[in-house]
Structures are given as C-alpha cells and as structure tokens.
C-alpha cells in the first residue's frame, strides 16, 4: 500500500506559522532567505507550517497541531482544563485544515524547531498511547487525540536545536549559586537580552503557571516530560543539535563571531553556567557549549533514550539518529533573524533522508 508522506513544520517559542498574518512579511522557516515550504513545495514535497500558541505548554500546543491537521476544534481536553484553569476549547480548524486531507494513507513528518521539537514529539505520543487521565475523566465526547490508536499516522519526527532535556537559560537563574550578573558580556548585549526577555514572556490569563513553554523548558520539568513520551517502535527519530561557542581554557564557552545580537548575553551566561537543577540533577561543564539559547547536548536526544550518531547506510525506528551537529546559532535553521543563511539545500538533502528511511531510497548527502 502506497503512502504519500506530508512534512509538518512547527515553530517554537515566540515562532508563527502560515495561519499567522506575519509569515507572510517574514516566514518563520526561510526568514530572510524566503518561504521554505513554497521552495520545499517547488520540489515535490508537501510541506506545511502549523501555527500553535507561541508561549503555551507542550500539551496546549500538541492539541492546537492535532486540532488544526485533523481540521477540527481544539480539544485541550477535559482533565488537562480543569487541572491547568483554563478553557477546553480552542481554536476551530474546520474550515482551514493544514493538511487538505489527512487519512490512513497520509503519514506525517513532525519537523520542530526548538520548542516545537518538544510539541511534535508529545503529539507523537499522544496519537499513539492517547492519554489515561482524559480517557477517564471524559464521557462520549473524548478527542481522538486522547483516544490513542493512531500511531501509524505518524512516519518520522524529527528535532530541530530543540530543548528536548531543557534549557540552562532558564535554569541559571533558578540556581541561587550562581549570579549570571557576574558573567562578562558585551553592554550591547544586555538591552537586546531584556527586549528577547520581554517578547517570550507568556501571557498570563490566570491559568495554573505550569502550563506555559517556559515551566517545560526547566530541567526537570523536561526530563520528567521525557519520561512520559518515549519512543514509538515504528517512528523514525531524527535530531539536529547545533552550536556555536568556542571553548576558552578556562573551560567557559563563548559565542562565536556572528551570532544572533540578541543570544549573545544569553549565550555567555549559558557558556559559564556549571551547577544542579532545584531536584539535584548535576549540570557540568558538558552543558557549556550551546547554541545561544539551547545547549548542544540537549539537543542531541532525550537522556537515557536509544540514540546512536547517523548512519545513513543503518537507520532503525524507534531509536533517535543523532545528525552531524550544525554550525550555527539558535536560528540559523531557519535562515536567520539578522544574519542571513541559505537553508534549501540542508533541509532537501534531510527531507531525502527522511523519504529514504521511509521507503529506501538513497542516503548519501548525510555521510
């Protein structure tokens, strides 16, 4: 049975996608390099880029990513709303689906960048296993989301410099031991640090605190997140970690030449940290080297999970090929805010790759 496959391509933190009126100005994938998915598209791939709270927790999102390829209403779901004090109901894709027609004979591609590697990999999950605490706390009306049985419409996920064990740039502040007041960073750097502050900032609208991208991106809220995903036998798992500090003798990481203003401080900060979450996990010196915003090791697969570095020639499901790491700032996979990078070529020779895990194709550009 022949299976056509659609790429999915969902933005992270203060990220927007085509349901946005701003991808039009500046697409999130191909920024000033212009619209990814139109140049994807142009070479026979079906692409697509969902929109989903930019600020909002993982669960939220992956019910707004289901809710808009299913081409239906937001379901955040009974248990989950009643616990996190907020509405159940969301936006409603029924008259704009993502996916003009998403069925058993369509699988999926989840491509995530940053915080949207975590989303895609929960609806991953949640297609699959479905969620217990909504299957009992729901009556005749339970999403299918929740339902679980529908992980065979799921080919591959794929990570894109995602927090996928957390982030230190949110856990260094956390740590009463370190003062990240002390590291030293450019004075430039600190305004443009606080206006990059201010624009992830979520929202709040009385919802329980925990249901925010922020909450998940902590350590140990992420690692705990880990523990309720997993891996999915028959998915394909990819990730793509990337960095862009140098090593000082002092053991430090600092940014390099032409990273995004806005990650520098941050980056600095990040590349000085060594210490423990609030539950004791140790972060060593291995977390230094990061991307501006997201560590290189983080990126690379959960902790703990089945991982091994890309074989082209032997990809498995169900276990993460870790990618070469790539040279580059936090959004330089998405053709850059201020510095511009030419990203088709990257992302046609990971869409083979894909197809090829999928249906055996060749593997070459990865080698």
Same mark, same amino acid.
């Given at each position: ?122 609806? !991953?999950?949640? *297609?699959? =296993?479905?969620?217990? +605490? /909504?299957? @009992? ?8 989301? %929740? ?74 809220? !992420?690692?705990? *997140?880990? =523990?309720?995903?997993? +891996? /999915?036998? @028959? ?8 960095? %862009? ?77 870790? *990618? ?44």
């Amino acid at each position: 049975m022949n299976q056509a496959l659609s790429y999915v391509f969902v933005h992270g933190l203060s990220g927007w996608g085509s349901y946005d009126s701003q991808y039009r100005a500046l697409p999130y994938w191909g920024m000033r390099g212009g619209d990814l998915m139109a140049s994807l598209r142009s070479k026979g791939y079906a692409c697509y880029a969902a929109s989903v709270s930019p600020t909002g927790s993982a669960w939220d999102r992956a019910c707004e990513l289901y809710a808009q390829l299913a081409g239906t209403r937001t379901d955040y779901g009974r248990a989950h709303s009643a616990e996190y004090r907020h509405e159940r109901f969301g936006p409603d894709f029924s008259e704009r689906p993502l996916i003009p027609s998403w069925d058993a004979q369509t699988r999926l591609v989840l491509l995530g960048h940053s915080f949207g590697g975590v989303t895609v990999r929960l609806l !991953a999950a949640l *297609l699959a =296993r479905g969620d217990a +605490a /909504e299957r @009992e706390a729901d009556g005749s009306d339970l999403s299918p989301l %929740f339902a679980g049985g529908l992980g065979s419409r799921v080919c591959s996920v794929v990570t894109l410099a995602a927090p996928t064990n957390g982030t230190t740039a949110y856990e260094l502040f956390l740590d009463p031991d370190f003062d990240p007041g002390r590291v030293p960073v450019p004075a430039w750097s600190r305004g443009l640090a606080r206006l990059m502050s201010t624009g992830t900032k979520p929202r709040t609208d009385g919802r329980d605190p925990r249901d925010y991208a922020d909450y998940d991106m902590e350590i140990d809220h !992420a690692l705990a *997140l880990n =523990r309720r995903i997993g +891996a /999915e036998p @028959e998915v394909y798992y990819f990730s793509v970690p990337c960095s %862009f500090t140098e090593a000082r003798p002092d053991g430090t990481h600092r940014p390099k030449r032409g990273m995004e203003p806005l990650f520098v401080m941050r980056s600095c900060q990040m590349g000085a940290y060594a210490g423990r979450t609030p539950a004791g996990v140790p972060l060593d010196e291995g977390w230094r080297e990061n991307d501006g915003l997201v560590n290189t090791i983080s990126a690379k697969a959960p902790f703990g999970a089945a991982s091994r570095d890309l074989d082209p020639a032997s990809i498995a499901p169900g276990i993460w090929n870790v *990618l070469p790491t790539y040279n580059g700032d936090h959004m330089a996979l998405q053709g850059g805010l201020t510095h511009r990078h030419d990203v088709l070529d990257f992302y046609l020779a990971l869409l083979k790759l894909i197809a090829a895990a999928a249906g055996g194709a060749s593997r070459d550009r990865f080698r």
